[in-house]
């Protein structure tokens, strides 16, 4: 085995939005690792990966258990492969293919959770499921009117961040309507009421800037003020498990910072047990602060980004925000072998 040099890696876990039918499927059926991840989540996780239709992949509390499932099979096929230990598991073969270093993880929106379980807070797959599950389902809930009827929006915005985040300001009017998702230099994620989307999306098209509107294929707000009946909820199941210390540094995505920067001065005197409730629960009505997050990953001293997980939504904004930084995502096994490639060079076995 030829290995190549040491690389330092950040690991970033894909969020919801990137599902589609089918993912997954191959991680399944070549690693054995990936495959476990899949038989832990359950056969109906397990279906909605493999069978489900792209309408059946949107609806919140089945899209959360999937993508978290694909992001934690990818890394468990990249682990398995390179030797990495799964903190929490079992998870080891050796010898490595190649020395590497984790320098940092984390996770857009639900990818967090994945990120979470990577490192070894959450304590395997298995809880991180049951807690994904109540997540879905409390931000579901959240998504709807008094009457049950569906409410709320998202939209990806391409263009200059201060010409978004005016325009906002106009279209809010009487609904709710906030920029959640802060990607990269140009490109900006809006959320709120279906109807503030829409006129937001009008005001864009007359306003006479370079702005591209993309209506996002979820089922509500996340993010954004709607999702405040669902934090409470999440706080609760969160506080019901059990969490361990990271074994990777983790980077939070409503403040860009690290957790242990969060516990030393949000949190001073608290436990991981109590650090973690109120991440969870203030990150899922909180704006994602991503590029920061890449900005930071790359500051860490990270030689290559390799996302997990379905599509390569993280990839695309790492090169966006990071022009010159190895970029590589893993959601199949074609992806894995280039992904392996990037980070140890050329191998022959």
């Not at 609806?59 to 929490?88: C, H, I, K, N, S």
């Not at 395997?124 to 009457?147: F, P, T």
């Not at 309507?177 to 829409?198: F, K, S």
């Not at 001065?265 to 997050?293: H, K, L």
């Amino acid at each position: 085995m030829v290995r190549g040099p040491q690389k330092r890696i950040a690991a970033v876990f894909a969020g919801q939005g990137a599902q589609y039918p089918g993912m997954g499927r191959s991680l399944y059926e070549t690693s054995a690792a990936a495959r476990s991840v899949f038989e832990a989540a359950g056969e109906k996780v397990m279906r909605d990966c493999f069978e489900a239709s792209r309408e059946e992949l949107d609806v919140t509390d089945v899209t959360q258990p999937a993508v978290y499932t694909v992001d934690m099979a990818a890394w468990a096929a990249f682990a398995e492969r390179l030797g990495l230990a799964w903190p929490g598991g079992a998870l080891r073969t050796e010898p490595a293919m190649c020395g590497v270093e984790i320098v940092g993880m984390a996770g857009f929106s639900l990818g967090e959770y994945a990120a979470f379980t990577a490192a070894g807070v959450i304590p395997g797959v298995e809880r991180g499921i049951e807690l994904i599950k109540e997540r879905g389902r409390l931000m579901a809930l959240a998504g709807r009117h008094s009457d049950g009827s569906p409410r709320g929006a998202m939209a990806a915005v391409l263009g200059a961040r201060e010409d978004i985040m005016e325009l906002v300001q106009k279209a809010r009017g009487p609904w709710v309507l906030e920029a959640v998702n802060l990607n990269a230099p140009t490109q900006t994620a809006i959320a709120g009421d279906a109807e503030a989307i829409e006129a937001f999306a009008a005001l864009a098209k007359g306003s006479g800037r370079k702005l591209r509107v993309m209506p996002l294929p979820v089922s509500t707000a996340f993010h954004s003020p709607i999702m405040a009946p669902a934090s409470d909820g999440i706080r609760e199941a969160a506080s019901q498990m059990e969490f361990g210390e990271p074994e990777y540094e983790l980077y939070l995505d409503m403040t860009a910072g690290t957790l242990a920067e969060y516990m030393r001065e949000m949190a001073p005197g608290a436990g991981i047990a109590e650090a973690v409730p109120e991440i969870m629960a203030g990150q899922v009505r909180s704006p994602v602060r991503w590029q920061e997050v890449t900005e930071a990953l790359a500051a860490s001293g990270a030689d290559v980004i390799v996302e997990f997980g379905p599509g390569k939504t993280l990839t695309g904004l790492a090169k966006k925000t990071v022009p010159g930084l190895t970029a590589v995502n893993v959601e199949d096994a074609e992806t894995l072998e280039k992904a392996i490639s990037a980070v140890c060079g050329p191998t022959n076995r």
